[in-house]
């Protein structure tokens, strides 16, 4: 079978990144423990239950605005559990089933097909650093470097944007993979219809624009898209230890998204655990320096990205 793009271009940087960190460091870094990984999962229940509650209860914006923030980060969180189901890094030992159900579990919250996303994130990091075979890249950036449509990326349009590009991903998939995403989509969209027509029906229309619209429709895709920002937009093309974008380390962004900033570490060791990531990238920054990779922040992706009017998968460091 033949290798991806990734694995083609990167031989060289493998080799140095298997001496960049010693072997008994990385092999603590790669250690699953399916209790640290359930006390997320039970931190973030509880976190969108509070929230669920008080945008239940209280009426007042002052509580609605930020419990719809937090339900919506945590709807965006749950494709962040469903990433490590992709990547197997729950349980010590393979567990077909149990990856299967929570597969389904965590793709609820955003209504996305498990298997889809299993596929899309699979084949890109096979095919990282090609402009035509990384699904994300290929289909899913935008295509035209105007702000206009950069901005449309943070508003509701984000689900027509990105299901028209799931549809070009898969069109060649096998028939029965293409049937599975098809029925678990179907499944997902007719219970997010359900627990809206629930709440509307107990509660009110009011409370279905609060605790479902808002969090589903208006806080997720800037919150999808501002952590899409962070991962492979600031790259240096010709430079595969840059084919990801370097975050500053932020207690606040690894508590509100569950560490997926530090995405270009996970790309070089896909199977480190989520919640090892902040050590992971502590113990490269020694790498990471001598390659040159400065450290950025949200704000000055968002700068670049929107003011500066910077392309996608190119290098920021250059002039404009």
């Known amino acids: 079978m033949a290798r991806g793009h990734w694995a083609r ?18 092999r603590a870094l790669h250690r699953r423990s399916a209790a640290r990984h359930f006390a997320v999962v039970l931190r973030q229940s ?18 609605r605005v930020p419990a719809a923030i937090v339900l919506g980060l945590c709807v965006f969180d749950g494709t962040i559990l469903l990433h490590e189901v992709v990547h197997r ?7 077909p089933r149990a990856y299967r159900l929570l597969g389904l579990l965590y793709a609820l919250p955003s209504g996305l097909s498990p298997s889809q996303f299993t596929r899309w994130h699979l084949d ?44 070009h991903a898969m069109a060649d998939y096998p028939a029965a993979l293409r049937r599975t995403i098809l029925l678990e989509r179907a499944a997902a969209t007719l219970l997010h219809l359900a627990v809206a027509g629930a709440i509307g029906l107990l509660g009110g229309w009011e409370r279905v624009v609060w605790l479902w619209a808002i969090p589903v429709f208006v806080v997720f895709p800037p919150v999808f898209t501002l952590n899409r920002l962070g991962q492979h937009y600031d790259v240096d093309p010709g430079e595969p230890s840059r084919w990801g974008t370097r975050m500053a380390r932020s207690r606040f962004w690894d508590v509100a998204w569950l560490w997926s900033s530090y995405h270009l570490e996970h790309h070089y060791f ?10 992971l990238n502590a113990a490269l920054t020694p790498f990471l320096d001598g390659e040159g990779l400065r450290a950025r922040r949200y704000r000055e992706l968002v700068w670049d990205w929107l003011v500066r009017n910077r392309a996608p998968h190119t290098d920021w460091r250059a002039r404009l």
């Open 9 to 26: 271009s990167t031989e060289e940087l493998r080799k140095r990144l298997a001496t960049a960190v010693p072997r008994e460091t990385l």
């Open 46 to 63: 509880l976190l969108f239950a509070s929230a669920f509650a008080a945008g239940w209860a209280f009426e007042s914006l002052w509580v």
């Open 89 to 95: 890094t729950v349980f010590r030992s393979d567990r």
């Open 124 to 167: 890109h990091h096979a095919e990282l650093g090609s402009a035509t075979d990384d699904p994300k890249r290929a289909w899913l950036s935008p295509k035209r470097n105007v702000r206009w449509l950069k901005l449309l990326y943070a508003t509701p349009a984000l689900f027509p944007i990105y299901f028209r590009a799931a549809r």
């Open 270 to 279: 896909p199977t480190v655990p989520f919640y090892r990531l902040r050590d």
